[in-house]
Nanobody, 122 residues
Framework: QVQLVESGGGLVQAGGSLRLSCAASGRTFSGYAMGWFRQAPGKEREFVAAITWSGGRIYYADSVKGRFTISRDNAKNTVYLQMNSLKPDDTGVYYC???????????????WGQGTPVTVSS
């Protein structure tokens, strides 16, 4: 049983920072990409960032480029999302996901965490 457990969400003022973590367990993740999506109230789930197994390829949504950084520690089966210069538009539930290849659409991933909420106040 694959499990992805996110942590690190919370309430922060605009301009602040948060670091999200996602711990994966239940199988070997060797070769698997990992990513972050988010979903704001009343909106569809949207791509935020993704990273290949080796970390050699990283992708970001245009809305977060230059502010967010995705990284992973394969020894710990953990992926991180460092979020700086947060804006109210970044508010939403952030989901960790994993799949056989990097993608920007939810259907390209196999497993999802339960999500961690992020609220950015103005």
């Amino acid at each position: 049983q694959v499990q992805l457990v996110e942590s690190g969400g919370g309430l922060v003022q605009a301009g602040g920072s948060l670091r999200l973590s996602c711990a994966a367990s239940g199988r070997t993740f060797s070769g698997y990409a990992m990513g972050w999506f988010r979903q704001a109230p009343g909106k569809e789930r949207e791509f935020v960032a993704a990273i290949t197994w080796s970390g050699g390829r990283i992708y970001y949504a245009d809305s977060v480029k230059g502010r967010f950084t995705i990284s992973r520690d394969n020894a710990k089966n953990t992926v991180y999302l460092q979020m700086n210069s947060l804006k109210p538009d970044d508010t939403g539930v952030y989901y960790c996901t994993t799949g056989p290849r990097v993608g920007v659409q939810p259907y390209e991933y196999d497993y999802w965490g339960q999500g961690t909420p992020v609220t950015v106040s103005s």
